[in-house]
């Protein structure tokens, strides 16, 4: 026994409306794969060498020449060592892709392994991250002087 609604219900078909993704909407999506691929660890990541820069689309200029720069080592404080940095590429400073290429020289070890860093502040949030135990314990100079007048 058939009511009249059910011929209707087998008649109808859902719909989907596809969208197209804005740019924001993609950046999160983007943002959603890294930490994804953060997740399942290093041995998913791909080799591709586009996935291996840390800025893969920078565009130097023709002239242009990495300024020398001094690695860190943890004997500063890192937020010195940010600031010797920018003093140096002033030039470029609002040129985050430039400003995030060059300082990859200054890094070693586990810090190559950051991931993706889309802007400057990232790159500059991470390293802080990374080295806070230092800042902590970086001594300020009046407190060295304090230190010394005691004696």
């Given amino acids: ?36 691929q953060d997740i399942k660890g290093t041995d998913s990541h791909s080799l591709d060498v586009v996935d291996l820069c840390l800025v893969p689309d920078v565009g130097l ?12 080592k943890g004997s ?3 937020r010195v060592h940010l600031a010797m940095y920018c003093r140096k590429m002033v030039a470029y400073i609002h040129n985050d892709k430039i400003l995030v290429h060059c300082f990859q020289d200054n890094l070693t ?8 860093i ?6 500059a ?4 991250r990374q080295y806070k135990y230092n800042e902590d314990m ?4 009046s407190r ?7 004696e």
């Fill in 1 to 36: 026994m058939h009511n009249r609604l059910e011929p209707n219900l087998w008649q109808t078909r859902p719909t989907l409306a596809i969208q197209k993704v804005t740019p924001p909407a993609q950046e999160k999506l983007n943002l959603l794969k890294e930490r994804l």
């Fill in 61 to 72: 200029p023709a002239n242009f020449k990495t300024p020398k720069f001094e690695k860190y």
């Fill in 76 to 78: 500063i404080c890192p």
């Fill in 109 to 116: 070890g586990v810090t190559l392994s950051w991931g993706r």
């Fill in 118 to 123: 889309r802007t400057w502040r990232d790159l």
């Fill in 125 to 128: 949030e991470a390293f802080l």
């Fill in 138 to 141: 970086t001594p300020y100079r």
């Fill in 144 to 150: 060295l002087q304090n230190l010394s007048k005691r």
